[in-house]
Antibody, heavy 120, light 110 residues
Framework: EVPLVESGGGLVQPGGSLKLSCAAS????????LHWVRQASGKGLEWLGR??????????HYAASVQGRFTISRDDSTNTAYLQMNSLKTEDTAVYYC???????????WGHGALVTVSS | QTVVTQGPSSSVSPGGTVTLTCGLR?????????ASWYQQTPGQTPRTLIY???TRSSGVPDRFSGSILGNKAALTITGAQAEDESDYYC??????????FGGGTKLTVL
C-alpha cells in the first residue's frame, strides 16, 4: 500500500490555477505534518511548504519562491492534503510530490508525484 | 544563486568509499541544520537515507552514513555498489519552519 498518492496534475495556461490532492493511508494522518516538494524535469528538488497538524492550528510555512501564490491545506476527515496553486508561471512546470514529516526532520513517506505543465 | 551547495558530480569504484558534501554559500553547516539525505534514480521517487545529520532511515544499508565534516554535512558510502549510482540530495533546515535542498550530486559507480 502506497502511503501517499498525489492527483490533480495536468496542463494549465500561464496565469491559471490548479489544485493538487495528496491522499494518505496507512498512518495516522491527523497527527502528521505534510510537506510539498517539486522537481522540474532534469532539475533538483525544491521544498515548497509545510502544514502542521491541528495541535498547531494547521500552521503553514512556504518557500519564498511560492509565498503568496501557493496555499497548503488539509482535511483530516478524508486524510487528504492539498496544494492550491494560483498565478501559475511556465517555470512552475514540474512533478509535485507530497511527503510526510516523520519527525526529527525526516521526510519518510513520499508519493509518486503529480505532473503539472504550465504552457499556452 | 544556490544557498545550499553540493558538488554536481562524483565517481567511485565498486567497493570503494566516497563522501558527498553539503555546504552553505555563506556559513557553516552544523547539527542545528538537521541535515537529511535523499537518493533518487531517474524517474523514481526520492528515498530517505539519513536524517538528523547521522541517523539512518529504516531499511537503509549500513554502508551509508552521515556526519558533519568540517563546515559541511557529509554522506559517506563505504563499499559502494553498482546500485548506488543515483542522484543524491541534501536537505537543510534553515530555521523559521523552512527547509532548502541542495542542487544534488550525480554519483557514478565505475
Amino acid at each position: 500500500e502506497v502511503p501517499l498518492v498525489e492527483s490533480g496534475g495536468g496542463l494549465v495556461q500561464p496565469g491559471g490555477s490548479l489544485k493538487l490532492s495528496c491522499a494518505a493511508s496507512g498512518f495516522i494522518f491527523s497527527g502528521s505534518y505534510l510537506h510539498w516538494v517539486r522537481q522540474a524535469s532534469g532539475k533538483g528538488l525544491e521544498w515548497l511548504g509545510r502544514i502542521r497538524n491541528k495541535d498547531y492550528h494547521y500552521a503553514t510555512h512556504y518557500a519564498a519562491s511560492v509565498q503568496g501564490r501557493f496555499t497548503i491545506s488539509r482535511d483530516d476527515s478524508t486524510n487528504t492534503a492539498y496544494l492550491q496553486m494560483n498565478s501559475l508561471k511556465t517555470e512552475d512546470t514540474a512533478v509535485y510530490y507530497c511527503t510526510r514529516d516523520g519527525g526529527n526532520h525526516q521526510f519518510d513517506y513520499w508519493g509518486h508525484g503529480a505532473l503539472v505543465t504550465v504552457s499556452s | 544563486q544556490t544557498v545550499v551547495t553540493q558538488g554536481p558530480s562524483s565517481s567511485v569504484s565498486p567497493g570503494g568509499t566516497v563522501t558527498l558534501t553539503c555546504g552553505l554559500r555563506s556559513g557553516s553547516v552544523s547539527t542545528s541544520y538537521f541535515a537529511s539525505w535523499y537518493q533518487q534514480t531517474p524517474g523514481q521517487t526520492p528515498r530517505t537515507l539519513i536524517y538528523n545529520t547521522d541517523t539512518r532511515s529504516s531499511g537503509v544499508p549500513d554502508r551509508f552514513s552521515g556526519s558533519i565534516l568540517g563546515n559541511k554535512a557529509a554522506l559517506t558510502i563505504t563499499g559502494a555498489q553498482a546500485e548506488d549510482e543515483s542522484d543524491y540530495y541534501c536537505l537543510l533546515y534553515m530555521g523559521s519552519d523552512t527547509w532548502m535542498f541542495g542542487g544534488g550530486t550525480k554519483l557514478t559507480v565505475l
